[in-house]
T-cell receptor, first 116, second 116 residues
Framework: AQSVTQLDSQVPVFEEAPVELRCNYS??????LFWYVQYPNQGLQLLLK??????LVKGINGFEAEFNKSQTSFHLRKPSVHISDTAEYFC??????????????FGQGTILTVHP | NAGVMQNPRHLVRRRGQEARLRCSPM?????VYWYRQLPEEGLKFMVY????????ESGMPKERFSAEFPKEGPSILRIQQVVRGDSAAYFC??????????????FGPGTRLTVT
């Protein structure tokens, strides 16, 4: 069975500071990894994904994430945050093949609050 | 290209009534997933459908919940005899269903169900 752990439930940070949101997963098979962002009362927007290839993936809004297979981690980073990045961020995993069918297992979410 | 559409956005039902949630996938997408976001529990997979077929309903409660994705028209998540514990945000996601892109899911804005 897959599981995803987001190590921080809330991350406060000042504007223009760097930020890292941590995500660890457990799976006995190869996985695809995703980060989604959810603004208040809205749906989820795909930030970035790792399917294969380079372990450093770049997404929208200046975010990037690094897939580390040995540490089973997929941490999300941004070198300089803006007020508009305030939102809840979800890490998600699926595995390919078998009976996965692409269904996503989500972490509990990390609320990022950017202060002026 | 319109995104995933869900309606209604907000739905209030009294205990014992039926709730019908609709999801129109993105144009060209033939795969639909339903997820539920309960307070304090995060996002959980419910069911995965293709046109006229339920592929994986491992996340659906055994009673009162059903889903369909007919040949024509939107996917529908139906909850019979709602109870207060059904109050949640219900999200639909669609994917293209072809090769690697089948693992990219695009979410709708959600339906927020309140049971009084």
């Amino acid at each position: 069975a897959q599981s995803v752990t987001q190590l921080d439930s809330q991350v406060p940070v000042f504007e223009e500071a760097p930020v890292e949101l941590r995500c660890n997963y457990s799976s006995s098979v190869s996985v695809y990894l995703f980060w989604y962002v959810q603004y208040p009362n809205q749906g989820l927007q795909l930030l970035l994904k790792y399917l294969s290839g380079s372990t450093l993936v770049k997404g929208i809004n200046g975010f990037e994430a690094e897939f580390n297979k040995s540490q089973t981690s997929f941490h999300l980073r941004k070198p300089s945050v803006h007020i508009s990045d305030t939102a809840e961020y979800f890490c998600a995993v699926t595995y390919y093949g078998g009976t996965s069918y692409g269904k996503l297992t989500f972490g509990q979410g990390t609320i990022l609050t950017v202060h002026p | 290209n319109a995104g995933v559409m869900q309606n209604p956005r907000h739905l209030v039902r009294r205990r014992g009534q039926e709730a019908r949630l609709r999801c129109s996938p993105m144009k060209g997408h033939s795969h639909v997933y339903w997820y539920r976001q309960l307070p304090e529990e995060g996002l959980k997979f419910m069911v995965y459908l293709q046109k006229e077929n339920i592929i994986d309903e491992s996340g659906m409660p055994k009673e009162r919940f059903s889903a369909e994705f007919p040949k024509e028209g939107p996917s529908i998540l139906r909850i019979q005899q709602v109870v207060r514990g059904d109050s949640a945000a219900y999200f639909c996601a669609s994917s293209p269903g072809d090769n690697l892109r089948s693992y990219e899911q695009y979410f709708g804005p959600g339906t927020r169900l309140t049971v009084t």
